[in-house]
């Protein structure tokens, strides 16, 4: 009895073993949540177990995209839009992502940099609306003055933000502070629907929407061809894009300046060179704005942040982008489990002490180090 059942189990075994090893690659763009395309990269054993995971994604993305909207009111839904819209007046009852992010944001501001502010909508909304103008009109437009976005400024204090996590509610005590979760909202959604295909036992992916990227496990079949790191062949690899413009501009117009193999971690970016409008002298000005000087921040063309959790990397690239260079790399080199690469303007490229050229990243033009 004992021989037929190790025999028994033994086929078991081999059949589990063989269905593991019928993988399949698959990839789907997704398009709408947050106003852009969410790439979705996996391995799986049929068509129908993909399209379920696809199906999950692309309901969760939707769900947290209205969840933080500040532009727009859902039905049967509050959020970001309904608690702004009752600053000053009444409490509003909200789902418990949208609490959590309020925590995880105003901690964070707290603890690691006061450059990220939930409660700075007032002075984001006016580049907002220059912005939009400037769009159409060929992307040309004016600038708020100094003196508008001081006056919008003094209503931003993140302490007017109150939270009761056992009722689930939000209330704003000052009716003009407006609540903006453009700095995080999309890497901690990213985070959530990554930290959801896990449960569900998906142990390999690549999900990347709009410069945030998070990675789990590695290929289950080895990609051919050649990479400019062997690593690529059975691991996921991102590339660090290139602004294509001003000192990184490429006679071959290449999109990338670097390469990193990821295996579990995530990667965002926040940069210059995507949402922006010019003034009529040619004065670039992006949606990136430092909340000590009230205008675009001018450091860096984009910085890279490389960690496991995707909502705290976009916490951490919007903040480093509003540091000086010096001030940034002290903070990264603090932290644990935390790494990034900056482009400068002068078209050189820096990374932290963690990296190193060669070892899971490769930049792709040495003589742009420095």
Same mark, same amino acid.
């Given at each position: 009895?004992?021989?037929?059942?190790?025999?028994? *189990?033994?086929?078991?075994?081999?059949?589990?073993?063989?269905?593991?090893?019928? =993988?399949?690659?698959? /990839?789907?763009?997704?398009? %709408?949540?947050?106003?852009?395309?969410?790439? !979705?990269?996996?391995?799986?054993?049929?068509?129908?177990?993909?399209?379920?995971?696809?199906?999950?994604?692309?309901?969760?993305?939707? !769900?947290?995209?209205?969840?933080?909207?500040?532009? /727009?009111? =859902?039905?049967?839904?509050?959020?970001?839009?309904?608690?702004?819209?009752?600053?000053?007046?009444?409490?509003?009852?909200?789902?418990?992502?949208?609490?959590?992010?309020?925590?995880?944001?105003?901690?964070?501001?707290?603890?690691?940099?006061?450059?990220?502010?939930?409660?700075?909508?007032?002075?984001?909304?006016?580049?907002?609306?220059?912005?939009?103008?400037?769009?159409?009109?060929?992307?040309?437009?004016?600038?708020?003055?100094?003196?508008?976005?001081?006056?919008?400024?003094?209503?931003?204090?993140?302490?007017?933000?109150?939270?009761?996590?056992?009722?689930?509610?939000?209330?704003?005590?000052?009716?003009?502070?407006?609540?903006?979760?453009?700095?995080?909202? #999309?890497?901690?959604?990213?985070?959530?629907?990554?930290?959801?295909?896990?449960?569900?036992?998906?142990?390999?992916?690549?999900?990347?929407?709009?410069?945030?990227?998070?990675?789990?496990?590695?290929?289950?079949?080895?990609?051919?061809?050649?990479?400019? *790191?062997?690593?690529?062949?059975?691991? !996921?690899?991102?590339?660090?894009?290139?602004?294509?413009?001003?000192?990184?501009?490429?006679?071959? %117009?290449?999109?990338?300046?670097?390469?990193?193999?990821?295996?579990?971690? /995530?990667?965002?970016?926040?940069?210059?060179?995507?949402?922006? =409008?010019?003034?009529?002298?040619?004065?670039?000005?992006?949606? *990136?704005?430092?909340?000590?000087?009230?205008?675009?921040?001018?450091?860096?063309?984009?910085?890279?942040?490389?960690?496991?959790?995707?909502?705290?990397?976009?916490?951490?690239?919007?903040?480093?982008?509003?540091?000086?260079?010096?001030?940034?790399?002290? *903070?990264?080199?603090?932290?644990?489990?935390?790494?990034?690469?900056?482009?400068?303007?002068?078209?050189?490229?820096? =990374?932290?002490?963690?990296?190193?050229?060669?070892?899971?990243?490769?930049?792709?033009? #040495?003589?742009?180090?420095?």
């Amino acid at each position: 009895m004992k021989k037929i059942l190790k025999i028994c *189990l033994s086929f078991s075994f081999l059949l589990i073993t063989g269905c593991q090893d019928s =993988y399949q690659y698959f /990839s789907k763009n997704i398009v %709408g949540p947050f106003d852009t395309v969410t790439t !979705y990269i996996t391995y799986a054993h049929d068509e129908k177990e993909f399209d379920e995971q696809c199906q999950m994604i692309e309901e969760k993305l939707e !769900y947290y995209d209205q969840l933080f909207d500040k532009y /727009s009111s =859902y039905e049967q839904l509050n959020n970001v839009y309904t608690i702004n819209k009752n600053a000053g007046k009444k409490v509003v009852k909200v789902d418990q992502p949208l609490i959590d992010l309020l925590e995880i944001s105003i901690k964070r501001h707290k603890e690691i940099s006061s450059k990220v502010n939930i409660a700075f909508g007032s002075v984001i909304d006016i580049w907002h609306r220059y912005r939009e103008n400037a769009e159409s009109q060929d992307g040309v437009g004016e600038v708020p003055s100094y003196t508008q976005l001081k006056k919008a400024n003094q209503h931003t204090d993140i302490q007017s933000i109150k939270i009761d996590n056992e009722k689930k509610t939000v209330y704003i005590t000052d009716k003009d502070v407006s609540i903006d979760l453009g700095a995080t909202a #999309k890497g901690y959604a990213i985070e959530l629907v990554k930290q959801q295909l896990i449960n569900k036992g998906v142990d390999n992916f690549l999900l990347s929407g709009g410069g945030n990227v998070a990675s789990y496990g590695q290929r289950k079949i080895t990609k051919e061809g050649d990479f400019y *790191l062997n690593d690529c062949q059975d691991k !996921y690899c991102i590339g660090i894009q290139s602004p294509q413009d001003g000192n990184f501009a490429h006679e071959d %117009g290449s999109e990338n300046e670097a390469v990193l193999v990821v295996q579990g971690e /995530s990667i965002v970016t926040s940069g210059d060179y995507q949402r922006f =409008y010019k003034d009529k002298n040619g004065v670039k000005y992006h949606h *990136l704005i430092d909340p000590d000087t009230l205008y675009p921040a001018i450091h860096f063309r984009s910085v890279s942040i490389i960690t496991e959790d995707s909502g705290y990397a976009d916490f951490l690239s919007s903040a480093v982008f509003l540091m000086k260079y010096e001030d940034g790399l002290k *903070l990264v080199n603090s932290l644990d489990g935390v790494e990034a690469i900056w482009l400068l303007e002068d078209g050189k490229i820096r =990374y932290s002490n963690g990296l190193k050229d060669g070892n899971n990243l490769y930049v792709i033009e #040495k003589e742009r180090l420095k």
